[in-house]
């Protein structure tokens, strides 16, 4: 049996947890392969600015830090920001995948040119980032956002009628416009509109969240994990310290509360 551990980037409850695990809904999965869904202890609210990409990346660390010895195969994070995903790899040697990157790069593969559909203009940081780090800002149209708070407890559910128009009228800006050849969903909160989309729209609309649970499988099957050369080991582990850390906040959070 292979365990994949999802690591969801916000504290919330089981029901909402189970929106997440949605994603897994039409895929088809080796009878060997298990996955578990794991929200952080603490973390931020929402993912809107610097201070708030920080927390991710710990908090998301924090959650998965112990995965191997856990006796999980790999590992995936649900955010496209890819929180957390180099300090992982820091300390694992099983694969650990994000969908932000892996979503980018499988797009050049189905086009010459992408397009991101996203919900707010606040989480254009987030795709500069990894345009930044990939080289690849000649190679992405546009972002297009329909300027929706986003929900990333509830996600899309009961806004259905509301935002689905929204994004398919972005979406075909994009392309018609803009020249996207290929579109993306710019968060794994959004997989409830691909169905919708792709049903629509003349293009590839790439679902992040299960693109990086079917690399991370395929990753598995070939025997393949990142690079110790990229990503070397710490000199001092100090996991304790960050367990420490995290316990003391979500214990924070729940006082406050």
């Known amino acids: 049996?292979?365990?994949?551990?999802?690591?969801?980037?916000?504290?919330?409850?089981?029901?909402?947890?189970?929106?997440?695990?949605?994603?897994?809904?039409?895929?088809?999965?080796?009878?060997?392969?298990?996955?578990?869904?794991?929200?952080?202890?603490?973390?931020?609210?929402?993912?809107?600015?610097?201070?708030?990409?920080?927390?991710?990346?710990?908090?998301?660390?924090?959650?998965?830090?112990?995965a191997q010895s856990e006796g999980f195969s790999a590992v995936c994070i649900d955010t496209m920001s890819d929180s957390g995903v180099a300090a992982l790899r820091s300390v694992l040697d099983i694969p650990v995948f994000g969908p932000g990157k892996v979503a980018m790069l499988t797009a050049l593969m189905l086009g010459d040119k992408f397009s991101i559909l996203t919900m707010a203009s606040r989480w254009k940081p987030l795709y500069k980032k990894a345009l930044d780090e990939l080289g690849m800002h000649h190679k992405c149209a546009s972002v297009r956002s329909i300027e929706i708070p986003p929900d990333n407890?509830?996600?899309?559910?009961?806004?259905?009628?509301?935002?689905?128009?929204?994004l398919e009228a972005a979406a075909n800006k994009a392309i018609d416009e803009?020249?996207?050849?290929?579109?993306?969903?710019?968060?794994?909160?959004?997989?409830?509109?691909?169905?919708?989309?792709?049903?629509?729209?003349?293009?590839?609309?790439?679902?992040?969240?299960?693109?990086?649970y079917k690399m991370a499988e395929a990753a598995l099957a070939l025997g393949h994990s990142h690079s110790?050369?990229?990503y070397p080991r710490p000199m001092h582990e100090r996991l304790d310290m960050l367990e420490a850390m995290l316990q003391a906040a979500q214990q924070s959070v729940a006082a406050r509360s």
Request: aromatic content about 8%.
């Open 153 to 166: 407890q509830g996600l899309l559910s009961g806004k259905e009628e509301a935002v689905f128009p929204l």
């Open 228 to 230: 110790r050369v990229a």
């Open 1 to 66: 049996m292979k365990k994949l551990l999802v690591i969801v980037p916000f504290a919330m409850s089981a029901d909402n947890l189970l929106l997440r695990q949605q994603q897994l809904q039409g895929l088809q999965f080796g009878a060997d392969i298990h996955f578990e869904y794991r929200s952080v202890k603490a973390g931020p609210v929402n993912y809107s600015s610097h201070h708030d990409f920080v927390l991710a990346d710990a908090s998301i660390f924090e959650a998965g830090c112990r």
């Open 178 to 212: 803009d020249g996207a050849e290929v579109l993306i969903l710019g968060s794994t909160t959004m997989h409830q509109a691909h169905a919708y989309l792709q049903q629509r729209l003349r293009v590839p609309v790439i679902n992040p969240g299960p693109l990086s």
